[in-house]
């Protein structure tokens, strides 16, 4: 098995497996598929990968080993968690007061809007000209990795905002319990990053891959509008 298959491996089992343990030990069993739905529709979304294959590109042209670019893309990726779950906190305490089934209306209010937003083609990531000036402009180092993913970071909510407030009402309800369920639900949200980093052979075709999934934004949105609503209905129901 290759080195960066049981990398991939540990991460399915530390993202999923982790969460699913801890979740069916707290008794938060029929909470699992409502977990698990919010969480991938908030990292499996156009934002993610545009922001993730800027930093691709970047780190492309800078000519860096392979083993450099993993350093590096660790860092950013721990820098992204950092910075969603600082994020998360400051949605659950602004969201701590919204009755649990105001998360109801709010997730089907953005499943149209991603479901509309989608059939527009209508981009949501803040300042891509800015973000791809300071990718390219930041250095090859773990420093700069950390840097570009705190900085990145501020532009993924106006596009994953639906779930993440949705989830943040939801267990804003929950309080300290709330911490470690925040923790979990970023664990899932940077999975796709370290398939991106893991999974492809090469940084050319991590890039590509990233690539593609940014020409499907238009059915990757629809998808997510879909399931939010459906999210919103469970919750009213």
């Not at 930093?55 to 993993?70: E, G, H, P």
């Not at 992204?80 to 109801?104: C, H, Q």
């Not at 705190?150 to 939801?170: E, K, Q």
Request: net charge positive; glycine share 8%.
């Amino acid at each position: 098995m290759k080195k960066e298959a049981k990398y991939l491996l540990l991460i399915v089992l530390i993202s999923f497996g982790l969460s699913s343990l801890i979740l069916s030990i707290l008794g938060l069993v029929s909470f699992i598929p409502q977990f698990f739905t919010l969480a991938i529709v908030d990292s499996i979304n156009p934002c993610t990968f545009v922001v993730y294959t800027i930093f691709l590109i970047a780190l492309s042209v800078k000519n860096i080993s392979k083993r450099a670019v993993y350093v590096i893309g660790l860092s950013f990726i721990f820098a992204v968690y950092i910075a969603y779950y600082t994020l998360g906190v400051g949605l659950m305490v602004i969201t701590g007061k919204i009755p649990v089934a105001w998360a109801g209306y709010l997730a089907i209010a953005f499943g149209v809007y991603e479901i509309v937003t989608g059939i527009l083609e209508k981009s949501r990531t803040v300042g891509k000209g800015k973000l791809r000036k300071l990718a390219f402009s930041t250095e090859a180092t773990v420093i700069g990795g950390i840097i570009l993913g705190l900085t990145v970071s501020t532009t993924l909510l106006p596009c994953s905002m639906g779930p993440y407030i949705v989830y943040a009402t939801i267990i804003s309800k929950m309080k300290a319990l709330a911490y470690v369920l925040l923790g979990l639900y970023n664990l899932v949200f940077v999975f796709p990053l370290f398939v991106i980093l893991f999974a492809m052979g090469s940084l050319k075709e991590s890039k590509e891959f990233s690539q593609a999934m940014v020409r499907h934004s238009r059915e990757l949105s629809i998808v997510a509008g879909i399931l939010l609503i459906g999210i919103g209905l469970w919750v009213l129901v």
